[in-house]
Structure formats: C-alpha cells, structure tokens
C-alpha cells in the first residue's frame, strides 16, 4: 500500500511484517550495519535484492 | 573410505524374507546385491523408543526425491533427527522415496491371490520386536529405478543393480533396521520379474564413524522442534484403538496468533519504478508486498546458515 505520491515521484510504501518474518528485522538490527530503525533496514535490504536481481 | 568396527551380524536374506537388526549409533549396515537386480525396501526405528522412525517425506524435502552418498537420513518430522548417513552407495543403486511400499491388494485385484509383498514381509520380520503391522512405514526404496513423467505419472524402469553392489548406512543413533527385498519384483521392472537374495551386514563402530556421527549430530541437532517425547504436550501411548475426544485438552498452537506490524518505508521516485515492475511482473500483488518478499528472499538467499541454493 502506498500513500500519495510526492511531487517528485518518491512514495512512503507501507510494509506488513507477521510477528515470525519480524524476527528477520531484529536480527539484521542487531547486525548493525543495515541502520537502526526498522523503515532504515528494510530500504536497505530491499535495495540490495533489487541490485542482487539485477535491478 | 571410513574404516568400519569389524563384523557383527551377517545375514543371508532369501526371497522373500526380511530380519529386523539392532544396528547402534556409529555401526554401519551394509545391503548387498547378493546377485543383483532386486529392489530392496528398508525401514527403521529408534531402538529405544520405536514411534520415532525413518521419515520418508521428511527425509525427501530435506533432500531430493532420490538420496544419494552423503545425505541424511532424518527421522520422522515428530523428532527430526538424524538416523543414518549413507556413506556408499553404489552407481547402480537408483534410490527411491516416492513409491509407496507393495501389499497383497495390489496383486489380488490384478488376478494373482495372496503374492508376496513388502508390507507383509516387513511386518513379518518387525513381529519379532512385538511390532504390528501397522508400525511398518513407507520405505527407504533401494535399487528401485523409478521415473515420473510431466503430469506426475510414476513407473518403473529396469533394475539396474549389479552383483556385489552394496549401499552403507551408517546409524547416527541406535536403531532396529529392517531390510527385505521386495516381494513385488516377479511380476514387473522394480526386480526385472525374478525374486533374489539380499545379503545383510552390520559393521561395529569404528573410531572414525563415531567422529562421523558427531560431527553430523554437530551440525544436524539442537534445533527447536526436534523434540523428544517428554516434550509433548501429549506424550502418552495410547493404549486403546478407540478414539475419544478429551474435553479437558486446550490446544497450543506455535505462536498463536499471528499478529502484523507495519512500518512506512519511504522509497524514492526511481525505488519506485523498480518495484512497480516487480509488481507488474507478479512478485507481489502491490509494493508493501513485494518489499516484503524481498526482504524476505534476501535474507533466506544471503543469512541463512546452510541453506541449498533453489
């Protein structure tokens, strides 16, 4: 889901995580390299799977 | 090559005969084709406690529809525990975890009576334990050259074991094994339509299959669900066959409810894009979606330990 659209095209994407696949985000946090907010590290992980796919 | 104890029990299994052995953690069980082209049915059970068993699904998903020299052989997903490894395995031998085991049914309603069948030859040989023939289970099939075709139809092909081709299973903990060359092979490819003898060998353990069997315990135990029955929520036997609903019982189920977080992932004009095509292309069904899946492929491709590439 995403809410409107800034005039530059950027979008704040609202993402849904169950309390098992959440587990993933504390573990990358507590890895200390993807950032500390949660918004922070799954940018971050997200952007890598898109370059790992060669996006 | 591990170096093996010496012999402990050799057994010459006649057409159509099974013998339940006790093989203990860090012995080796050697099948052999006696004269070769005869599938062979194998079963297993924890000696010390027989509800744990050879788990044929659990050990497929954990490796193919075929095993072959190096991988485990798991016990039934109840436990999920290593129970052999197979450490040789003959080319000849085409394993098998997809056919179901033979049974007297299946050659009555093709005309043939009471014929010999690897349910009942399994059963027989299990009797000597006070088993039933209701703890047999689905088999480890070996020298059983089966295909599927595109649709999932599966059939048999031309035994290819050779005389003296051998396959060694090295127990991971103390089992009673059971293997019998399987009844069904006069009457189709599985045995190229003849009944053979197997020959049936347990090794002792050795210093080096026990350092075996540790590092394999190293690596394949510890893990949550791999539970023994002190474990269980319910772990008595039921000693009656009937059914009754106990109206006292309050399930637990593994982290009931499932609850959602959301978090607001700000993404730019161009992040944008590349999700949209991902979209488009059906990853997901919207962005939220896809970042999610992302996230999660990720992190299953790049962090988890031990994980097969798919």
């Not at chain 2, 289970?137 to 059939?155: A, K, P, Q």
């Not at chain 2, 669900?225 to 002190?230: D, H, S, V, Y």
Request: hydrophobic letters at 35%; aromatic letters at 8%; one cysteine or more.
């Amino acid at each position: 889901m995403a809410d409107s659209p800034s005039a530059d095209g950027a979008e704040i994407i609202e993402v849904t995580f169950n309390q098992q696949q959440y587990v993933i985000i504390e573990k990358l946090k507590a890895e200390g390299h993807f950032g500390r907010a949660d918004e922070e590290i799954i940018r971050h992980i997200f952007l890598e799977f898109l370059r790992q796919e060669g996006m | 090559m591990l170096q093996y104890g010496p012999l402990k029990t050799e057994v010459l299994l006649q057409p159509v005969s099974g013998k339940a052995l006790p093989v203990l953690r860090g012995e080796v069980i050697r099948i052999i084709q006696e004269e070769g082209e005869q599938c062979v049915d194998f079963n297993a059970f924890n000696l010390h406690d027989y509800k744990e068993y050879l788990g044929v699904s659990n050990t497929r998903s954990r490796n193919a529809f075929r095993v072959k020299k190096g991988d485990i052989i798991w016990s039934v997903s109840s436990r999920d525990r290593p129970m052999f490894v197979i450490l040789e395995i003959a080319e000849t031998c085409r394993t098998d975890l997809l056919g179901g085991r033979c049974r007297a049914s299946l050659f009555d309603r093709r005309g043939y009576g009471l014929h010999t069948n690897c349910q009942d030859t399994l059963a027989a040989a299990i009797g000597e334990y006070d088993l039933t023939p209701d703890d047999v289970h689905d088999s480890l099939n070996l020298w059983m050259n089966t295909e599927w075709d595109s649709v999932g139809r599966y059939f048999t092909l031309q035994n290819t074991g050779r005389k003296g081709d051998y396959v060694d299973l090295l127990a991971t903990i103390d089992t009673l094994s059971v293997a019998a060359p399987c009844g069904s092979g006069d009457l189709g490819w599985t045995s190229n339509f003849a009944l053979r003898p197997i020959r049936v060998q347990v090794f002792e353990a050795s210093d080096e299959t026990l350092a075996r069997v540790k590092e394999i315990e190293r690596n394949n135990t510890g893990f949550k669900g791999q539970r023994t029955p002190e474990e269980f929520k319910v772990n008595k036997i039921k000693p009656d066959r009937e059914l009754r609903r106990n109206p006292s019982y309050v399930p637990e189920f593994v982290n009931y409810p499932i609850t959602n977080r959301s978090i607001q992932v700000p993404l730019s004009a161009e992040e944008v894009a590349k999700t949209n095509k991902l979209v488009a292309a059906g990853l997901g069904k919207d962005a939220g979606e896809v970042i999610r899946i992302g996230v999660v492929l990720w992190y299953m491709r790049n962090r988890e330990p031990g994980r097969r590439s798919r």
